[in-house]
């Protein structure tokens, strides 16, 4: 079991479940309204780092050592095309973000929304699959305004325009 301590990624949970306690209790001095949703999310964080660090210990295998420095890439060579399609979808990625935070910006926070959810659905999902991702995407936006505009009362950002 001591040996579990030897890894990077349990003290990083152990680091995590502090900071998290911290947004917990920075959460209480904020008015009833205003501490619901960080206490929420830092709940919810807690818990789930707390079962993800359960589960390291709990693991049957024994831990032999980390490796450090190695990345599957090194194994692969990888080509000028699959470099190429790499950095293409790296660029088109970057531009769909900017893209959705100017129309954000203008229009507010679920006009953003659904630009990201449906510019990605654009670029990165099959062409087969097109309308599916386009409704998943409108979907998806929707469930955001309920969820946190309606049901929890988290103001959305308003535009420029709005």
């Given amino acids: 079991m001591l040996e579990k301590f030897k890894l990077t990624e349990v003290w990083l949970k152990i680091a995590l479940l502090f900071v998290f306690s911290a947004f917990y209790v920075a959460a209480l001095s904020f008015p009833e309204q205003a501490r619901q949703f960080p206490q929420l999310l830092a709940v919810a964080s807690l818990a789930m780092t707390a079962i993800a660090l359960a589960m390291d210990f709990t693991r049957k295998r024994a831990v032999s050592a980390e490796f450090s420095g190695v990345d599957d890439t090194e194994l692969k060579i990888i080509d000028a095309d699959a470099r190429r399609a790499r950095r293409k979808r790296y660029y088109q990625a970057w531009a769909i973000i900017l893209f959705s935070t100017i129309v954000g910006f203008l229009g507010g926070f679920l006009f953003s929304a ?8 654009l670029y990165f999902g099959s062409r087969a699959k097109l309308p599916r991702n386009l409704v998943a995407g409108a979907a998806m936006t929707v469930v955001v305004y309920l969820v946190f505009g ?4 988290v103001p959305l950002l308003n535009g420029v325009l709005r």
């Fill in 150 to 153: 309606v049901m929890m009362g």
């Fill in 114 to 121: 659904l630009c990201l959810f449906v510019g990605f659905a």
